[in-house]
T-cell receptor
């Protein structure tokens, strides 16, 4: 039981490049979330999903897209990276209204 | 809009002290409250989950209390150890569409040997 895993752990992008962050969970959780964490800003919700095939916007969705084609995976895409998207990205999952479990994070730098 | 505040932002104590971390929230209509620990460069680890109908939860040297009506929670750490040094985050959950969490800014704890 690996819990919540994230790929990659680190990435450096140039402005305008695209990439996809992968989150996988093996706990059969319905709900999955993508957050970003920035100094002084705390954790902010980007997008979330309440089940396979569904996605919704969180607090800071601009510049990001997501997909949940399989229940265990939640993908976060950056179509045209900007320096403002330099951050640490965390994925999380939960059964409805239970504990939320977090992945180890992806540290992204956009130059 | 729910706002979650954690005081103090940073705390330094000598090893062995008992300490209290505070969390307050503006909207008392929460479903549950969760305390997390985050070590530098790492993800968040869940410590305790308190349902809105509960008053407290305990795990080892940790005890979390919840006063929903006054919008407050405390995390009590007994006999602190250097290994307790980390950032502690509280987050509240509402019974809304995404069951989303609203996080506080965290308390950065340093326990000195």
């Amino acid at each position: 039981n690996a819990g919540v895993t994230q790929t990659p752990k680190f990435r450096v992008l140039k402005t305008g490049q695209s990439m996809t962050l992968l989150c996988a969970q093996d706990m059969n959780h319905e709900y999955m979330y993508w957050y970003r964490q920035d100094p002084g800003m705390g954790l902010r919700l980007i997008h979330y999903s309440v089940g396979e095939g569904t996605t919704a916007k969180g607090e800071v969705p601009d510049g990001y897209n997501v997909s949940r084609l399989k229940k265990q995976n939640f993908l976060l895409g950056l179509e045209s990276a900007a320096p403002s998207q330099t951050s640490v990205y965390f994925c999380a999952s939960r059964i409805s209204l239970s504990e939320q479990y977090f992945g180890p994070g992806t540290r992204l730098t956009v130059t | 809009k729910q706002e979650v505040t954690q005081i103090p932002a940073a705390l330094s104590v000598p090893e062995g002290e008992n300490l209290v971390l505070n969390c307050s929230f503006t909207d008392s209509a929460i479903y549950n409250l969760q305390w997390f620990r985050q070590d530098p460069g790492k993800g968040l680890t869940s410590l305790l989950l308190i349902q809105s109908s509960q008053r407290e939860q305990t795990s080892g040297r940790l005890n979390a209390s919840l006063d929903k009506s006054s919008g407050r929670s405390t995390l009590y750490i007994a006999a602190s150890q250097p290994g307790d040094s980390a950032t502690y985050l509280c987050a509240v959950s509402h019974n809304n569409a995404g069951n989303m969490l609203t996080f506080g800014g965290g308390t950065r704890l340093m326990v000195k040997p």
